[in-house]
């Protein structure tokens, strides 16, 4: 592009033609010719973690990432804000397309560049791809990603010992599905709790089987108020003591859990009937209740939402204020607790809605005032 139009600059017979004219195609021509070309990514020599607070954790969405670039600047400033951990979603889709067929280039990208800034990551795997879905043309596109149904619980359990044994120096940690208290989550089937820990079973054997070391989460159970026999879910609360009715405890090493603040402050106690910070309390009971005491506890999703006209919304400050005090209120009081994990790091573009305001950095790398804060936080930099 830059040559042809240089050559044809020369053809022009320049005592006509203004100089200015001939820097400004030159510029242009530029401009044009860098302006398109991808940046290279030097994967550089591996970081630490600097923080004093090891609870820190962000759930990325990086599987929606299409520059690598990008990919790794989030890994970068996720370690600079101080996080040890990250959650990221790796859907069964994207990776096995064709059955036995694994494309593994994105998520190893992925792997990669948190391995390189020192980051732990916690694989979430879901969705079913094209070749697993039924073929009832009475099931929507949309509603057939999540239609996971019993004769492919067998597959997807084959999917989840792939996956720990591709990362198997990489990943100890999956979460089998998501939100499985959700009907959205089943395709809005009928998928009662024996379903769930139905696939537990298959995907805890050929995951261990694959990484005897790999730690198995249950959940992350949605916080929900439904009531029996809605169409749209099932009380996680209600849900987990269902699980262990259908023998769960045998599937899985530790729970992950979605508890999100809302209007309350973090430190608001804990209520079946209200849906607040420290819900989670009500679900570790029901682990002690159950003999599992000894098993950890991640907070997979978690934070407040500062959107000026979203309901369930706080104000900027509070966001930042409420935010600090849950992580401060984890350590102090939940040994049981592994990570806390705020939603969402950065969205790759705007949603143009409430989602925009969980976030911590802009689509664009800009850093939030609640980015700095949950920084200044973690790396012991308050004054």
Same mark, same amino acid.
């Given at each position: 592009?830059?040559?042809?139009?240089?050559?044809?600059?020369?053809?022009?017979?320049?005592?006509?033609?203004?100089?200015?004219?001939?820097?400004?195609?030159?510029?242009?021509?530029?401009?044009?010719?860098?302006?398109?070309?991808?940046?290279?990514?030097?994967?550089?020599?591996?970081?630490?973690?600097?923080?004093?607070?090891?609870?820190?954790?962000?759930?990325?969405?990086?599987?929606?990432?299409?520059?690598?670039?990008?990919?790794?600047?989030?890994?970068?400033?996720?370690?600079?804000?101080?996080?040890?951990?990250?959650?990221?979603?790796?859907?069964?889709?994207?990776?096995?397309?064709?059955?036995?067929?694994?494309?593994?280039?994105?998520?190893?990208?992925?792997?990669?560049?948190?391995?390189?800034?020192?980051?732990?990551?916690?694989?979430?795997?879901?969705?079913?791809?094209?070749?697993?879905?039924?073929?009832?043309?009475?099931?929507?596109?949309?509603?057939?990603?999540?239609?996971?149904?019993?004769?492919?619980?067998?597959?997807?359990?084959?999917?989840?010992?792939?996956?720990?044994?591709?990362?198997?120096?990489?990943?100890?940690?999956?979460?089998?599905?998501?939100?499985?208290?959700?009907?959205?989550?089943?395709?809005?089937?009928?998928? *009662?709790?024996?379903?769930?820990?139905? +696939?537990?079973? %298959?995907? @805890?054997?050929?995951?261990?089987?694959?990484? =005897? $070391?790999?730690?198995?989460?249950?959940?992350?159970?949605?916080?929900?108020?439904?009531?029996?026999?809605?169409?749209?879910?099932?009380?996680?609360?209600?849900?987990?003591?269902?699980?262990?009715?259908?023998?769960?405890?045998?599937?899985?090493?530790?729970?992950?859990?979605?508890?999100?603040?809302?209007?309350?402050?973090?430190?608001?106690?804990?209520?079946?009937?209200?849906?607040?910070?420290?819900?989670?309390?009500?679900?570790?009971?029901?682990?002690?209740?159950?003999?599992?005491?000894?098993?950890?506890?991640?907070?997979?999703?978690?934070?407040?939402?500062?959107?000026?006209?979203?309901?369930?919304?706080?104000?900027?400050?509070?966001?930042?204020?409420?935010?600090?005090?849950?992580?401060?209120?984890?350590?102090?009081?939940? *040994?049981?607790?592994?990570?806390?994990? +705020?939603?969402? %790091?950065? @969205?790759?573009?705007?949603?143009?809605?409430? =989602? $925009?305001?969980?976030?911590?950095?802009?689509?664009?790398?800009?850093?939030?005032?609640?980015?700095?804060?949950?920084?200044?936080?973690?790396?012991?930099?308050?004054?």
């Amino acid at each position: 592009m830059l040559t042809s139009i240089v050559k044809r600059v020369r053809a022009i017979h320049l005592g006509t033609v203004m100089p200015w004219v001939v820097r400004a195609l030159i510029v242009v021509a530029l401009f044009y010719t860098t302006a398109h070309r991808r940046p290279y990514v030097i994967l550089g020599p591996s970081q630490s973690i600097q923080t004093q607070h090891s609870v820190t954790c962000v759930h990325t969405r990086l599987t929606d990432e299409v520059e690598e670039w990008k990919i790794q600047r989030t890994m970068q400033m996720v370690r600079e804000m101080g996080a040890t951990t990250i959650v990221e979603f790796f859907p069964w889709p994207y990776i096995e397309p064709q059955q036995g067929v694994y494309n593994w280039g994105h998520s190893d990208m992925i792997v990669r560049h948190a391995r390189a800034q020192g980051l732990t990551v916690i694989a979430r795997l879901g969705m079913v791809p094209e070749w697993a879905q039924p073929n009832d043309p009475e099931i929507d596109h949309a509603t057939s990603l999540t239609h996971l149904g019993p004769d492919r619980f067998y597959d997807f359990g084959q999917f989840v010992g792939a996956f720990a044994g591709h990362y198997k120096d990489d990943i100890q940690h999956i979460i089998v599905w998501n939100e499985p208290n959700l009907a959205y989550e089943w395709g809005y089937q009928n998928a *009662p709790p024996q379903w769930y820990v139905s +696939v537990l079973q %298959f995907a @805890y054997s050929e995951a261990h089987k694959a990484n =005897p $070391d790999v730690i198995v989460l249950a959940g992350a159970l949605a916080p929900t108020l439904e009531p029996v026999g809605s169409q749209y879910g099932t009380n996680e609360l209600d849900y987990l003591r269902s699980l262990y009715e259908w023998g769960v405890k045998d599937y899985f090493d530790a729970l992950a859990v979605h508890t999100y603040g809302f209007k309350f402050p973090p430190e608001e106690p804990p209520d079946p009937a209200v849906l607040d910070f420290r819900r989670v309390e009500l679900l570790r009971q029901i682990m002690v209740e159950n003999g599992d005491a000894a098993k950890p506890v991640f907070i997979t999703e978690s934070g407040w939402n500062d959107h000026p006209r979203w309901t369930k919304a706080v104000r900027p400050a509070q966001r930042i204020e409420y935010t600090l005090n849950a992580f401060r209120y984890a350590e102090d009081h939940w *040994p049981w607790l592994t990570s806390l994990c +705020v939603w969402n %790091f950065r @969205y790759p573009a705007p949603t143009h809605s409430f =989602p $925009d305001y969980f976030t911590l950095v802009s689509p664009d790398f800009v850093p939030k005032p609640i980015y700095i804060e949950i920084q200044n936080w973690a790396r012991g930099w308050e004054k």
